[in-house]
């Protein structure tokens, strides 16, 4: 009896052909590795334009550091004259202008800070109105 019940299960079971191999066909390999090599392109396109955005963001927020020291420096001075001061701090270089503004006892500062970022000068511009004493008191 156990003998004919083994039989059953047996049969139920079909064997497979001795040709058919398992695995994956050399065009499934070749779609697959494009695919995978299309998506790091993609991934390591958008890592290099992230770390681009990071630095010029970095310069870009040490130029504005930059220029408002500068102004905060003009502000400072008990006695500002119109003048063109002009200096280089690491890779910026930059330019404070105090010039004669259209209101009476009123000056009008303009910082501007350039540096050099992949080939091309970028510029940040900073502009403030400053009160001058007037060279004569009853003035």
């Given at each position: 009896?156990?003998?004919?019940?083994?039989?059953?299960?047996?049969?139920?079971?079909?064997?497979?052909?001795?040709?058919?191999?398992?695995?994956?066909?050399?065009?499934?390999?070749?779609?697959?590795?494009?695919?995978?090599?299309?998506?790091?392109a993609?991934?390591?396109?958008?890592?290099?334009?992230?770390?681009?955005?990071?630095?010029?963001?970095?310069?870009?927020?040490?130029?504005v550091?930059?220029?408002?020291?500068?102004l905060?420096?003009?502000?400072?001075?008990?006695?500002?004259?119109?003048?063109?001061?002009?200096?280089?701090?690491?890779?910026?270089?930059w330019?404070?202008?105090?010039?004669?503004?259209?209101?009476?006892?009123?000056?009008?500062?303009?910082?501007?800070?350039?540096?050099?970022?992949?080939q091309?000068?970028?510029?940040?511009?900073?502009?403030?109105?400053?009160?001058?004493?007037?060279?004569?008191?009853?003035?």
């Amino acid at each position: 009896m156990k003998y004919q019940g083994f039989k059953k299960n047996c049969s139920r079971h079909q064997a497979r052909p001795e040709n058919t191999a398992t695995g994956f066909t050399m065009v499934e390999v070749i779609v697959a590795l494009a695919i995978l090599g299309i998506s790091l392109a993609a991934v390591f396109g958008a890592m290099r334009m992230c770390s681009t955005a990071s630095h010029h963001s970095r310069m870009l927020t040490k130029s504005v550091l930059l220029a408002e020291s500068l102004l905060t420096e003009v502000k400072l001075d008990r006695n500002p004259v119109f003048e063109t001061r002009r200096g280089q701090k690491g890779l910026y270089r930059w330019r404070v202008q105090i010039a004669a503004a259209p209101v009476e006892n009123v000056g009008a500062i303009c910082v501007r800070v350039k540096w050099q970022e992949q080939q091309r000068t970028q510029q940040y511009e900073l502009l403030s109105l400053i009160h001058i004493k007037p060279a004569i008191e009853g003035k």
